[in-house]
């Protein structure tokens, strides 16, 4: 059971735009940004947000994030087939320990 | 280029030690904490621990699943963190991935760069 929920799955097609949640509480949250993160199957966890809301060089601005009070979002305009990946969403709790989310798999059909 | 690599896996037997090792080079690897992650076979990723900078006395923090049996460490002359892992469970079968920490202006902090992982199995 992870501290942040996350759905297990989301999908869409080539060009369409997708939103991939994450749930959790005041201790986490609600009171830290929220980090994402992008793992193609059999790769290393790659940065893909920080900061609730920005784009490390070299992600495409059709990935953004955003936070509202405990719950943050990933959205993914444009969706094309190299986005198939799972998505996992961090955040710290107040004794400074990291959270995950259980991981969002995305498939582009 | 900034680069973590991972090394020391391998099998041991419940109850048993490993120490991993996390190379890092493209980067001051003196002024940046470092984090542990693992990830079991199929399974969402789990954060360990992180170990903070000589500023900040080299401060440790744990998930709660492996306090008091993984201890976090660094040698800054080498680059180098470290995971030693004593009185080891098959629960902890999993890929270990070391990240570097980086803050925004406002402070707060992530997990950046990732290494590419090494696999631990606990089994008899």
């Known amino acids: 059971q992870s501290v942040l929920t996350q759905p297990p799955s989301a999908s869409g097609t080539p060009g369409q735009r997708v939103t991939i949640s994450c749930s959790g509480s005041s201790s986490n949250i609600g009171r830290n940004t929220v980090n994402w993160y992008q793992q193609v199957p059999g790769t290393a966890p790659k940065l893909l947000i920080y900061?609730?809301?920005q784009r490390p060089s070299g992600v495409p601005d059709r990935f953004s994030g955003s936070k509202s009070g405990t719950s943050a979002s990933l959205a993914i305009n444009g969706l094309q087939s190299e986005d198939e990946a799972d998505y996992y969403c961090?955040?710290?709790?107040?004794?400074?320990?990291?959270?995950f989310g259980g991981g969002t798999k995305l498939t582009v059909l | 280029e900034v680069q973590l690599v991972e090394s020391g896996g391998g099998l041991v037997q419940p109850g048993g030690s490993l120490k991993l090792s996390c190379a890092a080079s493209?980067?001051?690897?003196?002024?940046?904490?470092m984090h542990w992650v693992r990830q079991a076979s199929g399974r969402g990723l789990e954060w360990v621990g992180r170990?903070?900078?000589?500023?900040?006395?080299?401060?440790?923090v744990y998930a709660a699943s492996v306090k008091g049996r993984f201890t976090i460490s660094r040698d800054d002359s080498k680059n180098t963190a470290y995971l030693q892992m004593n009185s080891l469970k098959t629960e902890d079968t999993a890929v270990y991935y070391c990240?570097?920490?980086?803050?925004?202006?406002?402070?707060?902090?992530?997990?950046?760069?990732w290494g590419k992982g090494t696999t631990v199995t606990v089994s008899s």
């Open positions: 961090a955040a710290w709790d107040d004794s400074l320990k990291g959270v």
């Open positions: 900061s609730s809301d």
């Open positions: 493209g980067f001051t690897f003196s002024g940046s904490a």
């Open positions: 990240t570097s920490e980086d803050y925004d202006p406002m402070g707060y902090y992530y997990m950046d760069v």
């Open positions: 170990i903070r900078t000589k500023t900040n006395s080299y401060a440790t």
